[in-house]
């Protein structure tokens, strides 16, 4: 069986525009900026928080982005992976509340917002892009290094050149021979 791949993202200027775009288009619809809305698309803001709740598809947000920015409208091939990642996990701002959210046609998320304001969000999505752009993985690999030789509790220190070993036991650890024969049976 082939294994999945990992997908890899990234997070440079047009995803970030891209994530600008889709979400400008859903302010100007819940801030009623609009002069027609598309069928299939309801956004309100919940209890005068800004909080941004949507119940949509993807279809339709693209009808939305095509809407709002013309040709540089957004297609659900940029969309999806805006839901699906950039919102809730890049930047933690996306909460799914699909029942089902593998396979759904149907959307239905919250957007925990600094503002109701579109100038002031789209100021503030900049701000936490380029923050968590600092911070991605890339940075950090050349800031860790490569192997951390943790307080060894006088037990034989990790070998930096072996390429696995298991790391030393800790001191409450009692062994059960017996139950390591059991183990080794069943399988």
Known sequence: M???SKKHYSY???WKER???????????????????????DCTWQNGQPKLVVRTRLKVLEHLSKQVHGDDGLTTDHIRPILNHYLPDYLGVL??????PKGSADWHFSLRLESKD???????????????GSNNGRTLEAQTPAVTVAKTNGHRPLNQGAPFQAPPLPDH???????QQISKVRC
């Open 12 to 14: 440079g200027n047009t």
């Open 173 to 179: 650890f009692v062994e059960r021979p017996e139950q």
């Open 118 to 132: 579109t100038a002031a969000t789209m100021q503030w999505l900049e701000q936490r892009w380029d923050c968590n």
């Open 19 to 41: 994530t600008q775009r889709l979400l400008e288009a859903l302010l100007q619809c819940a801030n009623e900026e609009l002069e027609e809305l598309p069928r299939g698309l």
């Open 95 to 100: 909460e799914d509340h699909r029942e089902k």
């Open 2 to 4: 082939p294994k999945k």
